[in-house]
């Protein structure tokens, strides 16, 4: 059985045969079910925390990128520069790679096949200040964007159905 365990800010992603799990650093550990993150799993085992506790950890220092399949790669590359002020760096006939103002890329990638369109990505989640964020919803709201509150946050859906919300 291949592990994988990734550290971002306090959590680890470990993924055990292709099945992501959360687990919450702390005593005891809190786990976290890989369908729905904010439901506490039953128990977190003391031989799995163990096992855990030997194993090499990654610690991810930031955001680098995301890649999301899109109907339309120039629609939605506008959208994302014009809404959420993206800066396009590189492009191909079929791929538009965005930055974003610390670094971090979002990578476009079109296709045909429709039922790739929207799957696959639970969300994206672009860091803003408490300012920031207000200030942003409120442009989204000027323009028209729907707001949805899932879970903690106000999330919005760009065009192709990939849900957005800020940190």
Known sequence: MKVRIIEIRGMYMITLSNIPVWVKKGNPAKCFNYKNPHVACRSTSSRFRKEFAKMPKITAQSFNHVAIWVKDVRKSADWYIQKLGLREVSASEHR????????????????????RIGKGVHHLAFNLTSQQEESALEILRQ???????????LSFQD???HWIHFS
Request: no cysteine.
């Open 96 to 115: 538009i790679f965005l930055k974003l103002a610390d670094g971090g890329v979002l990578a476009l990638f079109e296709t045909l096949d429709t039922d």
């Open 159 to 161: 065009p192709d159905g």
């Open 143 to 153: 323009q028209n964007i729907p707001l949805q509150q899932r879970g903690p946050n």
